[in-house]
Nanobody, 124 residues
Framework: VQLQASGGGLVQPGGSLRLSCAASGSIIRVNDMGWYRQAPGKQRELVAT?????????ADSVKGRFTISRDNAKNTVTVYLRMNSLKPEDTAVYYC?????????????????WGQGTLVTVSS
C-alpha cells in the first residue's frame, strides 16, 4: 500500500494550490482520510478530514479557505486539498493520512498510513 502526495510548491500570499494524495495497492476499503501539516519548529496539526461518506471537518484556521474532497475510484482512492487565499502562516509540510483496510495474502488488515509529505511555501 502506498500514499503518494503531490502538488506542493511556492505560492504568493493570496494564491491557491491543490494537493493530491493517492492511495493504491491491495486496498479493500479506505475509511477516513485527511491532511495534516507541520510548520518548522511546531507540532503536526490537523488541517482537514473527510469520511468515506464525504463528511468533512476543518481546523478553524483554514475554514472558508480550504476544501477537502475525495475520489473513490475502484483501485485508487485520492484525497484532494484545495487551498485558496493562502497566507504565510500556511507554510508547512503537508501530510496526507488514511485509515484503510488492505489485503495481506487474502487476510484483511486495518492500518493507518501516512504519505511522504509535500512542502507548501507561501511567500512573496
Amino acid at each position: 500500500v502506498q500514499l503518494q502526495a503531490s502538488g506542493g510548491g511556492l505560492v504568493q500570499p493570496g494564491g491557491s494550490l491543490r494537493l493530491s494524495c493517492a492511495a493504491s495497492g491491495s486496498i479493500i476499503r479506505v475509511n477516513d482520510m485527511g491532511w495534516y501539516r507541520q510548520a518548522p519548529g511546531k507540532q503536526r496539526e490537523l488541517v482537514a478530514t473527510i469520511t468515506s461518506g464525504g463528511s468533512t471537518n476543518y481546523a478553524d484556521s483554514v475554514k472558508g479557505r480550504f476544501t477537502i474532497s475525495r475520489d473513490n475510484a475502484k483501485n485508487t482512492v485520492t484525497v484532494y486539498l484545495r487551498m485558496n487565499s493562502l497566507k504565510p502562516e500556511d507554510t508547512a509540510v503537508y501530510y496526507c493520512n488514511a485509515d484503510l483496510i488492505y489485503s495481506n495474502y487474502d487476510v484483511p488488515v486495518a492500518e493507518n498510513y501516512w504519505g511522504q509529505g509535500t512542502l507548501v511555501t507561501v511567500s512573496s
